[in-house]
């Protein structure tokens, strides 16, 4: 069964310090998410892509995170510097399909601790 | 804007009991809505969607939720749960540009 992988599954690193987080979606998948979870919250969306455009990144935080999705396939979301409220769980979702609201398939996540 | 609320932050339930999860929700139009659930250390996955129609919706592992729209909700049930249903469980609504907007999520303790 395709399934989407995200790497590292777990990252410790020092506040200021620069950290990227890796995701392969599902073969043919042309929309792919990255969403961010703080610990007793829901996922919120950082970014989406369609192909290597994005679409949506009005919660993306520009100063310090940056997303890219060079050939339209795989995607690298890096955080730099990174500061403690970053401490989270990144997921990446991709989708398939035209219809709006195809199902989004979820990865493992990274799950990031700054110290 | 769209937003999701799902009132309870725990719930516990012994093993062989019925479920209910609420989620109500805030969206000006017609709504695409959605149940996942994450197991520890895991992604969601999808357990079910309601887009039009029959607003009791079938899902996976036996759960079924209930749109209702005069009370913006939308609650996951279950009949008789299994521990294995012990994780936690998000409901979503579906705003513009295909993205969703999450609860906060319910944490379902099952014990035996």
């Known amino acids: 069964e395709a399934e989407v992988a995200q790497s590292p599954r777990y990252k410790i690193t020092e506040k200021s310090q620069a950290v990227a987080f890796w995701c392969d979606p599902i073969?043919?998948?042309?929309?792919l998410y990255w969403y961010r979870q703080i610990l007793g919250q829901g996922p919120e969306l950082l970014v989406q892509?369609?192909?290597?455009?994005?679409?949506?990144d009005s919660q993306l935080p520009k100063d310090r995170f940056s997303a890219e999705r060079l050939k339209g396939v795989d995607s690298t979301l890096k955080i730099q510097p990174a500061e403690l409220g970053d401490s989270a769980m990144y997921l990446c979702?991709?989708?398939?399909?035209?219809?709006?609201?195809?199902?989004?398939?979820f990865g493992p996540g990274t799950r990031l601790t700054v110290l | 804007a769209q937003s999701v609320t799902q009132p309870d932050i725990h719930i516990t339930v012994s093993e062989g009991a019925s479920l209910e999860l609420r989620c109500n929700y805030s969206?000006?139009?017609?709504?695409?809505l959605f149940w996942y659930v994450q197991s520890p250390g895991q992604g969601l996955q999808l357990l079910l969607k309601?887009?039009?129609?029959?607003?009791l919706v079938q899902g996976i592992k036996g759960f079924e939720a209930e749109f209702k729209r005069s009370q913006s909700s939308f609650n996951l049930r279950k009949p008789s749960v299994h521990w294995s249903d012990a994780a936690e469980y998000f409901c979503?609504?579906?705003?513009?540009?295909?993205?969703?907007?999450f609860g906060a999520g319910t944490i379902l303790r099952v014990k035996s």
């Open positions: 969206y000006g139009a017609t709504p695409y």
């Open positions: 073969s043919g998948h042309a929309t």
């Open positions: 979702a991709s989708q398939g399909g035209s219809q709006r609201y195809n199902e989004q398939f």
């Open positions: 309601y887009f039009s129609g029959d607003t």
């Open positions: 979503a609504v579906g705003a513009n540009g295909n993205k969703l907007v």
């Open positions: 892509f369609q192909d290597e455009s994005v679409v949506d």
